[in-house]
């Protein structure tokens, strides 16, 4: 009895103790007790709760758990294990005992609000954890904690005003709750009310000025806002008080990718992941950075991971979906852009997701729909503006494609390649406003080192090589950041003959098909095996036909993704890689910078380097389209053929044999015909300038131009007018059904004048081939010189002028004197078949001497060199 009275006197003073929030003292009063008597609930349960406080969870799991043993019915013990429990992350373990404790007292509010905590963090089961937060509220309606809670959930369900009156209920009742304050601030910014969110979360930090969770919410405004430097500066802050606050870290991973700081970015979300290894966002991060980076294996595990932890994660099934439409697997992205937004209808991302890839799939008008969608929930949403404009640049609605580009490069004017897109949808329309500021802006940004055009778009747009050059350079860097030290370059493969490979997305009815196939013919199968690895689709074509032939394997690589196409080229064992493709739409720059053959050359679909040595070690040229004054500016090493760089066989484009009728042209029959059969792009104010001063100096002459769409038809006569010439001298070609048709109206013509800075290419060859005579005036650039080449290697060097007055005289006195015109014309017929142009087994000839010197040199152990190809 005498002991009783003593521990009970004992367990009074540890009482007293807990009230002064003396733990320690109460904490070693009874320790004394439990030696003495190890079996007393009251001990056992009040050091648990001692150590609960203390967050000394293991050392409470013990204690509660012998108390729970001495007296299952304690509801409040019950309830205070789960909590222990929880804490050490064993959640099914706790919910199970917050059940139990609920089960022997279902009126104790705390134990709902335990239950509710496990069913919302653990379960995600926000609804089921609302009833139970209801529950707490309605047996204690001044529990704030509650409400507080009750809010949390509401929010994930994007419940967001909802959650404002559970959060300010719980503020009516303890208006120093900080997980309300918190709560609320993030609701408000969920509801783009940021400066109420602000200054909420200004009134937290006013209760507690080391709330570090407030300082996130505040970097989390400033990031929404695009306010960067102060959502770091916040994060920071944030971090100076928590350090090991994980949300922080990836916060500030993913400002850093929005600037595209990839590696602080990375290092943010490590940062995160070391100290929670299960945190979703960072996960999310990850992807998003490796995706950005192209490396699409890493970003799918990433992805892959935080659906792991977290399947109802929108915006990892959003990147899950835009990997997956980088791997041509359109079907399944699709599937997982309907997930994303089966979880969040107005992600925004998700709709240009869907749009994307309803774009490669050619389903203009579905993905028309999705960018709309997308701009409507997210009205600076720039890609979806891009993608709005590429649909419609495919669909020749250059008007449309022209306001797309120009609100997206409103919205980020040093997007990579937009000022390009811009100005190129421009020129399609023939809309030359304050042209000459626009490319002067856009060359600038180029020379500051800039993006801000593909080099496919600024061929038509300067006549600078250098340009071209910077260009080029920026636009592999930023497209292709996997550009590394070449795999393959110093493997000696020992092939019985030397094995071609030709990548190219243009194997069908386009120029380059039709210039390569007398090529591919006339390779000598004794000393070369030539493979294909054709990017593009299928079109069915007699030429596609005709160009599967001739190969010892042609390779459909349209469906493939680029791990599938390398494997492929490996297979094959690929001496010599050639890119038919360069900076053109649907090339694959991707699998050169892979560099899976030991040599790669890139040759005839663009007129310009690649820009970096990383992807091609030669381009193939000429004496005239790239001389040595402009070498410099070529990453690649110059191979130059004799006669032009640019193939054409004898039959590589059939004649029609019936002359059409002048009349059936809407062409004057007895007037002087100059024509231009090129794309709108390529004309300029300058070039339709001297094109009117010709005009205006041959009477009875009108100019034939190709149909480039009725608005650009309405802008070139209004030039036409404002330079004093009628308007009706100028006239639009019809469309025809064939290409021998086409050639055939050639001859309708007296004269084929050529633009600059982008010459005629293949245009100019039709243009010769058909037997009408081309004026060009050379230019600097390899783009602006083609047509030159052309001339220079069919016996026609008359035919090239160096100044813009100097072409213009050219055209009228070939105008005014008729016996000069016909004599060339009848020197172009007789030249046809004398000259190298459309000698395409002498011109293979050429270019297999070119091959088997680059292998020698490799297989001699010799870098790339200019290479200089002797005349057979």
């Not at 990718?257 to 990850?286: F, M, Q, T, V």
């Not at 019985?496 to 000598?524: K, M, T, W």
């Not at 050639?743 to 005629?760: E, Q, S, T």
Request: hydrophobic share 40%; net charge neutral.
């Amino acid at each position: 009895m005498g002991l009783a009275n003593e521990l009970q006197a004992k367990f009074r003073r540890a009482v007293e103790a807990f009230q002064a929030r003396d733990l320690p003292k109460a904490e070693k009063i009874l320790e004394q007790i439990r030696r003495a008597s190890p079996n007393i609930f009251d001990v056992a349960h009040f050091l648990g709760v001692i150590k609960l406080m203390q967050g000394r969870f293991s050392e409470a799991e013990t204690h509660l758990k012998a108390a729970v043993a001495l007296n299952g019915s304690s509801d409040e013990a019950l309830s205070n294990y789960g909590y222990a429990l929880k804490s050490l992350n064993r959640p099914q373990e706790a919910l199970t005992y917050f059940t139990r404790a609920l089960a022997v007292n279902p009126r104790n509010p705390l134990s709902y609000h335990n239950r509710g905590t496990i069913l919302a963090e653990s379960s995600r089961n926000y609804s089921e954890a609302i009833e139970q937060f209801d529950k707490a509220a309605f047996y204690n309606p001044n529990f704030a904690e509650a409400y507080s809670s009750k809010g949390n959930c509401l929010e994930k369900l994007a419940r967001f005003e909802d959650a404002l009156v559970a959060y300010d209920k719980a503020l009516s009742i303890r208006s120093d709750l900080e997980p309300a304050w918190l709560g609320r601030g993030n609701a408000l910014r969920n509801l783009k009310r940021y400066d109420d969110a602000l200054a909420t979360y200004v009134k937290a930090l006013s209760i507690n000025s080391g709330f570090a969770q407030a300082w996130v919410g505040r970097g989390d405004v400033f990031a929404d806002l695009e306010r960067h430097d102060e959502a770091l500066a916040a994060y920071d802050k944030a971090l100076s008080i928590k350090p090991d606050l994980e949300g922080a870290w990836a916060a500030k991973g993913h400002v850093f990718w929005r600037l595209k700081r990839y590696d602080e970015a990375s290092a943010g979300y490590d940062k995160a992941l070391s100290i929670k290894p299960d945190l979703e966002n960072a996960w999310l991060g990850r992807g998003n950075v490796s995706f950005d980076l192209k490396h699409y294996d890493d970003a799918s595990a990433a992805f892959d991971r935080a659906l792991s932890i977290r399947p109802d994660l929108a915006e990892a099934w959003l990147g899950r979906g835009n990997v997956l439409n980088e791997f041509k697997r359109h079907d399944d992205a699709l599937a997982a852009f309907g997930r994303a937004l089966s979880i969040k209808p107005d992600l925004a991302e998700a709709w240009l997701g869907r749009g994307n890839v309803a774009w490669a799939l050619k389903r203009y008008e579905e993905a028309l729909a999705a960018f709309d969608r997308a701009l409507s929930l997210k009205p600076r949403l720039v890609g979806a503006w891009i993608g709005r404009g590429n649909v419609f640049t495919e669909l020749k609605r250059h008007d449309e494609a022209f306001a797309a580009f120009d609100k997206a490069v409103s919205i980020e004017p040093d997007l990579e390649g937009i000022e390009g897109l811009r100005l190129l949808a421009k020129m399609n329309l023939c809309n030359w406003d304050n042209l000459e500021d626009e490319i002067g802006h856009l060359t600038a940004a180029i020379r500051a080192g800039k993006a801000n055009s593909s080099p496919f778009a600024l061929l038509s747009l300067t006549d600078t090589p250098n340009d071209h050059l910077l260009c080029a350079r920026a636009w592999a860097r930023a497209k292709l950041p996997q550009l590394s030290k070449p795999s393959s370059r110093g493997e000696i493969r020992r092939n019985d003959r030397i094995r071609i490979g030709y990548v190219s997305p243009d194997l069908g009815q386009h120029p380059v098909g039709y210039l390569i196939a007398g090529v591919f013919e006339n390779h000598d199968t004794d000393r070369f095996e030539t493979y294909a690895f054709s990017l593009g689709p299928d079109d069915n074509s007699d030429l596609r036909r005709r160009l599967e032939r001739p190969f010892h394997r042609f390779v459909d690589c349209h469906h493939k993704v680029d791990s599938e196409i390398l494997r492929a080229i490996d297979d094959a064992q690929i001496d010599i890689l050639v890119d038919l493709a360069g900076h053109t739409h649907n090339a694959r720059l991707s699998l050169f910078a892979a560099r899976p053959a030991p040599i790669a050359v890139n040759y005839l679909g663009f007129a310009g380097t690649l820009g970096s040595s990383a992807l091609a070690d030669y381009i193939v040229a000429d004496h005239v389209a790239l001389p040595d004054q402009i070498s410099q500016c070529f990453e690649e090493k110059i191979v130059r053929l004799p006669g032009s760089f640019m193939p054409r066989g004898d039959n590589d484009k059939t004649i029609g044999e019936v002359l059409p009728n002048r009349a059936d042209h809407d062409l004057p029959q007895d007037w002087t015909v100059f024509c231009c059969f090129n794309n709108a792009y390529k004309l300029n104010p300058a070039v339709f300038r001297c094109w009117m001063n010709i005009l205006t100096r041959v009477d009875q002459s009108v100019l034939w131009l190709s149909d480039v769409g009725e608005i650009a038809k309405s802008n070139l006569r209004k030039q036409a007018s404002s330079l004093r010439v009628d308007p009706d001298r100028l006239v639009f070609a019809k469309r025809v059904p064939s290409s021998a048709e086409h050639l055939a109206r050639h001859r309708l013509a007296d004269l084929f004048l050529d633009v600059l800075p982008y010459n005629a290419h293949t245009t100019a060859s039709d243009a010769l081939w058909a037997g009408l005579p081309v004026v060009t005036q050379i230019g600097d650039s390899f783009a602006g010189r083609v047509a030159a080449s052309l001339l220079d290697a069919v016996g026609l060097p008359e035919l090239i002028t160096r100044t813009r007055d100097d072409y213009e005289a050219l055209a009228v006195e070939l105008a005014l004197d008729r016996p000069k015109l016909q004599g060339i014309r009848q020197k172009l017929w007789d030249n046809r078949s004398a000259t190298s142009l459309f000698d395409v087994a002498r011109y293979t000839r050429h270019l297999e001497a070119a091959y088997e010197t680059m292998h020698q040199k490799h297989l001699a152990g010799l870098p790339p060199d200019h290479i200089d190809v002797r005349p057979l």
